[in-house]
């Protein structure tokens, strides 16, 4: 049986530069795509910008450029982050695409016979940061929550969504787990949210929003962003037009996003996958905000981290590494350049760099670099359970225990050098032994860095020549007369 995942990030504003919480659900994603990979799935990985709204259309204009060409600049800097984090082969939205707006005005239509919409005079304080409307009560001193910033009241004649009509039908759904939300304290804060909400505005008239997706059936209005950018995950596969890779992908959909955007995400999107007749989202993982000093980032503290300028000092992997190995699942979590380097000196230098280093220079020293025996018994059941364990935290979304897990194998295999002694076994002679030893070393080694594959992209590639592998690949093993070539220092002292 084939086994199918699609994995989506959410599609980011283009305003502005990219910040390392953007990098961290991309880096976080990409792990888990190559992981399913490892595993033998068919993968899909979308990612991508959501590129209209008020804010875009504001930024644009004060620059004296058109949106197009406004967003056609900033898109660069997203593609830009990607290709220094190293992400696997994905598909990159823009709402600006034309593919996407043609689908997204069919999916429109779908709702809009469907007799959901309908227009209607609305007053309401909106807040542009968020693109979102937003009640008095949740004002914090006249100023949106989110944001920092006070809303602009707006006076104009909407669509609106009937979201009421498929509330119940979405807290039964939660409550079964057949939309399942990780963690699950996050889907109880859903079912909270559920209880606060009617339907919800859909559309902006063009006299106060020109850059925007046409209203197909009124060319009065456009589409309010959060329409355009949540049907991306329905576009990216061709739906409605193209049904092919929905039917194969769909059902194995999993929306990775912060906990910021939850609410749309595990209401507003699955009521519009109800109203179009399709199952929504079965599984939404929202992870916590990444932090400085216990700090949200922010342009007016100064504290926002440019992913860039880390990988570019540090290397891909080491970022990739050290914020999924820190960040807890859900919550949030610190960032720092110190703590990069203490993991950079612990895991990466000590625990899995040195066991490499001993074990490939050994097994030239005392084996010719060959194995000499295809007996991995010794090491068969640490080597199932790392299997079994990643797997099962690779469903629940527990990045940072996957993690774990493939450190504690390499410590396992550490205290199995220790336990062992190979120098010993060579200097008594006791060579049957030392091969015994050294064949399930390698072979420890090479389902180790099959584990680190999804993780260090760049690294792992190193590991593939050095243990001289066609490709990562749990089911095989190494046979009698396998060699290995020489080894320099994988993970070097950083410079400053
Ligand atoms: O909300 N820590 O775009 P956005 C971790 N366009 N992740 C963070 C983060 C942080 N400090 N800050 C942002 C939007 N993120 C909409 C989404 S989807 C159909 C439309 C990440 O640019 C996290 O994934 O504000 C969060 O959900 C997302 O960026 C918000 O990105």
Redesign the pocket.
Known sequence: MSKYKFLS?????PNGKP?M??A??NMQTDIMVRMYNLYGYETLFSTGV?EHGTKVQQKAESNKLSPQAWVDQLVDNFYGLNNLLDLSEHRFVRTSDESHQKLVKDIWMKISENDDFYLKDYEGLYCVGSESFIKESDLIDGNCPGFGVPPVKMNESNYFFKLSKYLPKIKEMIEKKEINIQPEYRAKEVLNMIEHLGDFSVSRPKSSLEWGVEVPNDADHVMYVWID??S?YLTVLGYPENMHEFEKFWPNVENI??K??LKFHAIYFPAMCLSLGINPVSKIYA?G??LVDGQ??SKSIGNVIDPIAVIEKYGSDVVRFSVNREMPMGSDGDFSEDRLKEIYASDLQSNIGNLFSRVVTMSHKFCDGEIKSDDFTEIKEAKEKLESDVFKHLENFEVRKMNECILEFSSFLNKYVEENKPWALNKEGNLDRLNVVLSNLLEGIRFLACFLSPILTKKTRDMQQILNLENFDLALTYKVGDKVNTISPLFPNLTD
């Open positions: 990030t959410p599609i980011y504003y910040h919480g953007h961290f659900t959501d950018a949540l991306n996003i912060g910021d955007i992870h905000m990444i949200k980032m």
